[in-house]
């Protein structure tokens, strides 16, 4: 490596990598006991747009993060084994490169915000080598403009924690909380006296399975087939970062199978925003209600979100 002799103790190899059409060979160290992720040719995408079009902008900001999260990292923190006095705590260029199985050149310039593009592989190789965290990893794929392929591997909460129940039973409206497939997470009374054969149904309680398989649910939602039309139009919507989710995939498998209604909506790929506005019940005691639907996403869990009813 230009500047940079191997450390005592280590092994050298040649790597041959191809960078904007043009073939380059890299002698990059490998230290004992190194463990390193090689990416796919095809992961490297050197002939794609880059991230954001040429917003300058972005890419520093990308460069930023990058570099401040590789010079906080200790070797020891990567897996590396101390070789030598080093002029810096965090990791080298080269190192978080031969880690993610890029070429130095290569993360060099993405941390210099140079115009190149990198796939959402081999940023997955980066946020992995840097040991980020969730929001870390969240904000790392934000910036350049990229959806996370283990984005929807999150597993499914089968319940909602203490404080969500606790905050659910708190608000005096119809509320409720939902997963990414729409399971119910936790209800308040309030909602389950409006949702009869849903709520009070036994075992899991989906609201999509509801609207679409339940006979009751025509009878109470009101205006059920511009609801129906809509509800599918925003899952679709939601959905669109957890293509690869397993139970998510299975969710709308099993509605296109057993809901006509559904599978023809389905089809249509109609995708809007959730949003709020009225909605409306015919109530069997209290007749005719109708609330304003506020939603929101819960701190720390981006595929909760909480329901209310307002009056």
């Not at 796919?40 to 900001?61: E, S, T």
């Not at 992995?128 to 929001?135: H, N, T």
Request: hydrophobic share 40%; glycine share 6%.
């Amino acid at each position: 490596m230009q500047g940079e002799s191997a450390r005592p103790g280590a092994c050298a190899m040649w790597v041959s990598v191809t960078i904007m059409a043009r073939q380059y060979r890299y002698k990059l160290p490998i230290y004992p006991g190194m463990k390193t992720t090689p990416i796919p040719k095809r992961d490297l995408a050197p002939d794609a747009p880059a991230p954001h079009g040429d917003d300058a902008r972005q890419r520093r900001a990308l460069g930023d993060f990058l570099r401040a999260h590789r010079e906080r990292l200790t070797p020891a923190a990567a897996g590396l084994p101390p070789l030598g006095r080093r002029r810096t705590p965090g990791l080298r260029r080269e190192e978080v490169a031969q880690l993610c199985g890029l070429s130095s050149t290569w993360y060099t310039w993405i941390e210099q915000a140079r115009d190149v593009s990198i796939s959402a592989g081999a940023l997955a190789a980066v946020a992995g080598a840097l040991r980020l965290s969730r929001a870390e990893r969240a904000y790392l794929f934000d910036l350049a403009g990229k959806r996370d392929p283990e984005r929807g591997a999150v597993p499914l909460p089968h319940h909602a924690s203490a404080q969500v129940q606790a905050a659910v039973a708190a608000v005096a409206a119809p509320a409720y909380a939902l997963d990414r497939c729409w399971d119910v997470l936790a209800w308040n009374a309030a909602a389950a006296d409006i949702f009869h054969g849903w709520l009070d149904a036994p075992g899991a309680k989906n609201l999509l399975r509801y609207i679409f398989l339940d006979a009751g649910a025509p009878t109470l939602i009101q205006d059920w087939e511009r609801r129906a039309r809509r509800v599918v139009a925003e899952f679709r919507a939601e959905c669109s970062a957890y293509l690869d989710d397993t139970p998510v995939r299975a969710l709308t498998d099993e509605l296109q199978r057993d809901s006509r209604r559904f599978a023809s909506l389905w089809s249509q790929q109609d995708v809007v925003e959730r949003e709020g506005g009225r909605r409306g019940f015919h109530h069997p005691v209290r007749g005719d209600i109708d609330f304003a639907q506020v939603t929101f996403r819960l701190s720390g869990h981006d595929d909760v979100k909480l329901v209310m009813l307002l009056p």
